[in-house]
């Protein structure tokens, strides 16, 4: 195989090696440059405009400070202040810190396991263009004074239409499912970049951890925001439709809310926190001189926490009302993180304490993650603590501890992150002097303005007043609150300043200029588009340390797939596990449909918040036919891979395989589309049985007969998709464009009897939530079932073009995946909607 | 019993996120029954903690304690046969079967002293 | 008669914070000191048993905490200062494991252990479990922005009063609480936990007041623009006051009392026609829209907090309400002329049970 060193390269043609790399990964310029779907300059893009949201977040937090400095303030009207502290944290949690770290992530990931890029780079673009796109039409309410108002949590019934009966929640809950489009785009293709696409011997238990650390946070995220996106389209339609899903009156409940809302925003807090200890445990090892202590320990923290902060959502609910034994559970569950963030801790400490720690500033900002984040760490197991978390609970006191956790857990070492991996950025060292100051006005003004708060929290000020009498004792803690919250954003001022100016004053960087060990350092620096002018093979987890030649040798092009003469932008696919090379992934180059696509999706978001609903369809057709014509463009389709010539001994191409990262994709993507349904169910099944005024018919209005003909017929359509796939499997394609129009026709007909059923059960969706949410389900399956039988007729004209077949066998294993998920999610569905009701009755 | 062992395929990485899979479904389990149980047929408040629900729920409990301890103990055995990859992932996996025994008998330790729908 | 209450006047707390303005340097040292007891409002200053576990737990973890946190970071701070020693790798491994060991797990696990041991109880002492002799129970309704009480167990009928609480004090009190519009929050810091008061549910808080005392509460769940302005007047008082005062209250009492005095027949035909679309006053009207009106010459503050009840604040809000609780669910009534709304703030002055 190819892959072993190659001979030495003469300079004639190396140069011509790194020509025809640029020619093929190469960014364009001009209007071109929306066209680019590298991961280099989209993380790039991903962190400046997450860097820009946080600036709009922090001066909306001063507006907040400088209201309550002071007892009975006139500085805001009651109005405006609720706009505006809902937006703090909605921008700050939303716009800012995930998509910031995303945008490490997608940075950081291809260059740490030795790729050139991610694996779906279009989903990166499309990624980036729904994130801008959301978050300026979240932002442009506050410039229409009709922002959001109801807290950045949005619970009913206060967000319905007839608390809130402005723009400002339509605002929120459309702007935040557009940008949640960006962080499932971003989770399911790190999950499969991560999985599939590491470099030549990079085995699982060789990873970097930040890659372990990413992948749980992708997986997270995959699992996690499915909940919020049904939350957001439930209280949409409420809103705008009149589907009672919260209301009470009709059989719905808003305590449904806050378990679709927490289910989702706890585990991001553990989202957001991940990719950053995944900083901390990158950067203490390097600062250390010596590898990790416990990389196994840490891998067990962080498998427990991806699954544990899934089993907390309820302790943002204690007040509620639910029983106490089943707080106690969850109370346990709480305190259980205790114990994977211990662990953590501890390694880090053992790292340090075993190597020879240097005090650089990136560390600096690690010491000031410890100090904060352990803090925000033990108040938050107090809060676990069910008597306690009554008195405390909306109180200052979790305002104090949230931004500990979060401004702890994640601004401080993201700050390391960025001045550790300056040098990559930039090419440029950052400068110790102004750095250290502003590191140290950041971190005594984020104390002064928080410690405090905690005490002015126990003494009984609640969250979100916009303003308050004087004579409770809150007074003059409220006013250091303040005065330390300026003192943070002069500090952070200055280290934007250090940092802007870094770019023109600061020091050129040598080679890996930390001495560290992962590969992103064996990059140019800055890096150049392809990264890598060689994939190199990897035996240990510190391939820089134990083969400090690495670099060099990769940029002479003595490692593997060093040749680009083929025009295809290529990385390795590689076993999940082991880390052997299986096939050459084939990549995308640089595409306007993400564009397209999302502006598209752009439209259809505008015209639902403004009602223009023909408008809104005509834009959701357009924008699945942009989408659907970026999935044309793959395979052995002229623009992707038409031939599939190799060099000799390497592997073959993803798409002349059965097993390529589009199916990984697939698989990931269905788990986020599982969660979703998981979480429909969760709703069907609490509203029949919580739910106050929950109404059931006596008999069930959906067609039990139909229903199951059409579970036959998209039976009948995956037979076939399955015999397509093992007839491929035996390089046999006579008839498979027969087979996948079949197919195709099935699941017309599964669509045409859905439809049918939805017609017969004339559901008052105004009227009861029951009707209401039984409507969801028939619309989830009859989407599903569109979208089969769309995605196999084209499949089916693929065959005609030649792009699938026998040679090119991909895809149809694919878009069977498919199918199989359609299968059973639409049986259950109709287990749970048709044939419990008829067995259990109301 | 050797062979089930062997079909379990303890040394894939897989198993990082079987012990927590089993716990997050015990956990949805108790969560759900507890609500439900509560919803349909909540016993009289004076009884205190000693009810078929806190005892249907710590049975269960119990049983998936069980489970978990023995999938730890299996991974161990697979651990100490190998080396490397296979080492660091049957071993990796047995603590995380461990961790998920303790948690199912810290989360579930609640139900011996508290009633159940108050 | 009971005597009008000054509004946060009351507390001694604050004329102390009054006299330390005099020394700047000495307010700050001594705040974090007596801060405890500096409001109405804090958790740290329990006048019931269930906010004493609760301060108790407070200041038990907080010490323990201190503890672990400084010991952790110096831990962390050392290992930047200490000698670098040379180790072979199976002593690595022991140091590691048991720092690993000692600290990741067994420390959690040993705190974690001991709260829950420790909290568990506390909250179980806090149910509403059956007593043999049942409790006084008070619902509690929340509305934008302002508090609905209602005493159906009161001897004689049930009673209604709006933005005060008054309660039995040194025995159990049961408190229904409910929403009519939006989720609000019931806490009075001082005797125990908040609950929530969701609309279509009653959730069910015990709490008990040592002594008689006033404790003020604040609704403490977001409820939209005037969320800040939505404070109860809580005083516990012994069994026989209680009573009285609820005595006090009949229906038959208070429509005696809104018709006593004929100097305001004018102001009562004004309630009637305008007032009462939303308002009621026993014996005049029934409406349920806002506020109860019948007793409110004989509450501590007007308007949710904003005001504290002297004589013509009534008419004071009545001019400037919108002003004063910005976006309140009350209409502007500032096209009626003074003399009205004087003599209508006179009257509702006078409804004083």
Redesign the interface.
């Given at each position: 195989m190819s892959t072993i060193d190659r001979e030495a390269t003469g300079p004639e043609d190396l140069q011509k090696l790194h020509d025809d790399l640029s020619e093929v990964w190469g960014n364009p310029k001009g209007l071109k440059a929306l066209t680019i779907v590298n991961h280099t300059t989209l993380g790039l893009r991903f962190m400046v405009t997450g860097m820009a949201f946080f600036l709009i977040g922090g001066i909306l937090a001063m507006l907040i400070r400088t209201q309550i400095a002071t007892p009975d303030q006139n500085f805001m009207t009651p109005e405006i202040y609720s706009q505006v502290t809902t937006m703090h944290g909605t921008v700050m949690m939303f716009l800012f810190a995930i998509p910031i770290l995303e945008g490490l992530a997608i940075y950081m990931i291809p260059k740490m396991i030795g790729a050139r890029d991610l694996v779906c780079p279009r989903l990166t673009a499309l990624g980036y263009w729904c994130y801008l796109f959301g978050g300026i039409i979240l932002s442009f309410s506050m410039v229409l004074e009709m922002a959001p108002d109801s807290g950045w949590f949005m619970y009913t019934p206060l967000s319905s239409s007839e608390y809130s009966p402005g723009l400002g929640s339509d605002f929120w809950l459309l702007g935040i499912t557009f940008v949640e489009i960006s962080a499932l785009s971003a989770g399911v293709e790190l999950v499969v970049s991560i999985l599939r696409t590491r470099t030549q011997g990079m085995a699982l238990h060789k990873m970097p951890l930040f890659a372990w650390y990413i992948l749980a946070m992708a997986l997270m995220i995959v699992v996690g925001f499915p909940p919020l996106i049904l939350g957001s389209i439930l209280l949409e339609l409420e809103r705008a439709v009149g589907m009672p899903f919260f209301d009470i009156a009709g059989g719905g409940d808003p305590v449904l809310w806050q378990h679709l809302f927490w289910l989702f925003g706890h585990p991001e807090v553990y989202i957001i926190f991940l990719p950053a200890a995944g900083i901390v445990a990158t950067i203490i090892p390097v600062f250390a001189g010596r590898p990790i202590v416990g990389y196994g320990w840490v891998v067990f923290a962080i498998t427990v926490m991806g699954f544990i902060s899934f089993g907390l959502w309820v302790h943002h609910m204690f007040t509620v009302g639910i029983p106490q034994l089943a707080q106690a559970f969850f109370s346990a569950a709480s305190m259980l993180v205790a114990i994977p963030t211990g662990i953590q801790i501890f390694a880090w400490l053992a790292t340090l304490w075993l190597g020879k720690p240097k005090m650089k500033l990136p560390m600096l900002w690690i010491i000031g993650f410890l100090v904060i984040f352990v803090c925000g760490g033990l108040t938050g197991v107090m809060l676990a603590l069910v008597p306690f978390n009554w008195q405390v609970h909306d109180t200052h006191f979790v305002v104090a501890h949230m931004h500990y956790v979060l401004v702890g857990g994640m601004l401080f070492p993201l700050m390391a992150g960025i001045y550790y991996w300056l040098p990559l950025f930039s090419g440029r060292m950052p400068s110790e002097t102004i750095g250290k100051w502003g590191f140290w006005l950041v971190f005594i003004g984020f104390n002064v303005t928080f410690l405090i708060m905690h005490w002015t929290g126990l003494l009984g000020m609640p969250r979100r007043v916009y303003t308050y009498d004087t004579g409770f004792g809150w007074d003059i803690f409220n006013l250091i609150s303040s005065i330390g919250g300026f003192v943070m954003s002069a500090g952070f001022a200055m280290v934007l300043i250090d940092i802007a100016l870094h770019f023109r004053y600061g020091k050129p960087a040598k080679t890996n200029p930390w001495n560290a060990d992962t590969l992103e350092w064996a990059n140019q620096l800055p890096p150049s588009p392809y990264n890598f002018v060689s994939l190199p093979p990897i035996e240990t987890r510190h391939p820089l340390w134990e083969h400090p030649e690495l670099p060099r040798e990769m940029q002479e092009g003595r490692h593997g797939l060093a040749t680009a003469s083929h025009g295809r932008r290529e990385l390795w696919g590689t076993d999940p596990l082991t880390g052997k090379v299986r096939e050459i992934i084939h990549v995308p180059s640089n595409s306007w449909w993400p564009l397209f696509a999302a502006m598209a999706l752009a439209v259809v978001c505008i015209s639902l918040l403004l009602r223009w609903y023909p408008v809104a369809g005509v834009g959701v057709v357009i924008a699945i036919g942009f989408l659907l014509r970026w999935s044309w463009e793959n395979g052995a389709h002229p623009k992707a891979a038409p031939d599939a010539k190799v060099m000799p001994g390497d592997p073959p191409l993803h798409s002349r395989t059965m097993d390529g990262p589009g199916l990984w994709a697939m698989t990931t993507a269905m788990i986020a589309n599982g969660s979703f349904f998981l979480s429909y169910l969760f709703g069907w099944f609490y509203l029949w049985t919580v739910s106050p005024e929950w109404r059931m018919p006596d008999a069930s209005p959906l067609s039990l007969v139909a229903l199951v003909v059409a579970g036959i017929a998209l039976l009948g359509g995956s037979a076939l998709m399955e015999s397509s796939v093992r007839r491929l499997r035996k390089q046999l394609d006579k008839g498979l464009a027969m087979r996948l129009y079949g197919a195709a026709l099935l699941g017309g007909l599964q669509f045409v009897l859905i439809l049918w059923v939805m017609w017969n059960a004339n559901l008052a969706v105004t009227e009861t939530s029951h009707d209401a949410i039984l409507m969801v389900g028939l619309y989830y399956a009859l989407l599903h079932s569109a979208l089969g039988a769309v995605i196999s007729l084209l499949q089916g004209m693929r065959v005609g073009y030649r792009y699938v077949g026998a040679h090119a066998p991909f895809e149809p294993v694919v878009v069977a995946y498919f199918w199989r998920y359609n299968v059973v999610v639409f049986w259950i569905l109709i287990a749970a909607l048709a044939v419990l009701p008829r067995v259990i009755g109301g | 019993m050797k062979a089930m062992v062997q079909r379990l395929h303890l040394t894939?990485?897989g198993h990082?996120?079987g012990g927590?899979?089993l716990?997050?479904i015990w956990?949805i389990a108790?969560?759900g029954g507890?609500?439900?149980a509560?919803?349909?047929m909540p016993p009289d408040?004076?009884q205190g903690a000693f009810t078929h629900i806190?005892i249907t729920l710590l049975v269960g409990s119990l049983i998936t304690a069980l489970l978990l301890a023995g999938l730890a103990w299996g991974c161990f055995q697979e651990a100490r046969q190998h080396k490397g990859?296979k080492h660091?992932?049957a071993?990796?996996s047995a603590?995380?079967y461990v961790?998920s025994t303790l948690?199912v008998a810290?989360?579930a330790?609640?139900?011996v002293?508290?009633?159940?729908?108050? | 008669m009971r005597e009008r209450y000054l509004y946060h006047v009351a507390s001694p707390c604050i004329q102390r914070v009054a006299l330390r303005r005099v020394n700047r340097l000495i307010l700050l040292l001594t705040m974090l000191v007596l801060a405890g007891c500096a409001g109405d409002r804090s958790i740290l200053d329990p006048a019931g048993q269930a906010a004493r576990d609760v301060a108790l737990v407070w200041w038990v973890m907080l010490t323990f905490f201190t503890v672990v946190f400084i010991g952790v970071i110096a831990l962390w701070l050392y290992a930047f200062k200490r000698k670098h020693h040379e180790h072979t790798a199976a002593q690595e491994r022991k140091i590691a494991r048991r720092w690993i060991i000692g600290g990741g797990i067994l420390l959690p696990v040993f705190s974690v252990s001991a709260l829950l041991m420790f909290g568990i109880p506390a909250g179980k002492r806090m149910l509403p479990l059956p007593l043999s002799e049942p409790p006084e129970v008070i619902e509690v309704i929340g509305h934008q922005w302002w508090w609905e009480v209602r005493y159906p167990g009161a001897a004689g009928g049930e009673v209604v009063t709006s933005n005060q609480l008054i309660m039995p004090a040194g025995e159990p009190v049961d408190f229904h609480v409910t929403s009519a519009d939006v989720i609000h929050a019931f806490w009075i810091p001082r005797l125990g936990g908040k609950v929530d008061m969701l609309p279509g549910r009653v959730n069910v808080i015990r709490l008990e007041a040592d002594e008689p005392g006033i404790f003020d509460a604040q609704c403490a769940e977001f409820c939209g623009t005037q969320h800040a302005h939505m404070d109860l007047y809580v005083e516990a008082v012994g069994r026989e006051e209680f009573e009285a005062w609820l005595a006090d209250r009949q229906g038959e009492r208070l429509a005696e009392l809104a018709v006593a005095n004929d100097e305001f027949s004018q102001a009562r035909e004004t309630f009637v026609s305008t007032c009462a679309a939303c308002h009621s006053v026993a014996g005049l009207s029934t409406a349920t829209i806002g506020p109860d009106l019948s007793d409110i010459g004989a509450r501590p503050m007007l308007g949710g907090g904003v005001l504290p009840m002297e004589e013509g604040a009534i008419q004071y809000w009545l001019e400037n309400h919108q002003t004063l609780k910005p976006s309140n669910k009350m209409p502007s009534i500032n096209y009626m002329d003074t003399a009205t709304l004087e003599s209508l703030g006179a009257w509702l002055e006078t409804l004083t049970p």
């Open positions: - | 894939h990485p990082f996120v927590l899979i716990w997050s956990f108790i969560y507890l609500s439900v509560c919803a349909v408040p004076g806190n990859r660091f992932n071993f990796v603590w995380l961790f948690a810290f989360v330790a609640p139900m002293g508290l009633p159940p729908c108050l | -």
